[in-house]
């Protein structure tokens, strides 16, 4: 699984964004779990993440409540089938209210700048 870690700081909480080829939900647990074998990602606050597989679309929001939904609208925009996308955030004491929802857009959004970078 590749991490893009650190790259949205807001009001003390932190965001990362992670992703892999995934083919199913029962995959995407397995990948979340192994990411979650690293300390950091276990003690986060959130892992919210979204999957269009093989059996359709697929989110968690993880208390993290619309995060799946939105991961999942821009994969459908995007195009990108078969790709786990998991946003990280630790939460850092203030309520971001609506400001959340663009965070996790923005992190989705680095994520699939770079895949499509890569080629």
């Not at 909480?13 to 990948?31: H, I, N, Q």
């Amino acid at each position: 699984m590749r991490t893009f870690d650190k790259i949205i700081s807001d009001r003390g909480s932190k965001y990362a964004v992670s992703g892999a080829p995934c083919r199913d939900a029962e995959e995407a647990r397995t990948l979340i779990e192994g990411l979650k074998k690293a300390k950091k990602f276990a003690k986060a606050t959130h892992n919210s993440w979204g999957l269009l597989g093989a059996d359709g679309p697929v989110k968690n929001d993880d208390g993290e409540s619309g995060a799946g939904m939105i991961i999942l609208q821009q994969l459908e925009t995007a195009g990108l089938e078969g790709h786990l996308v998991v946003v990280t955030r630790w939460y850092g004491g203030k309520h971001l209210g609506g400001d959340r929802f663009r965070h996790v857009r923005d992190a989705v959004a680095h994520y699939l700048d770079a895949v499509k970078a890569e080629g």
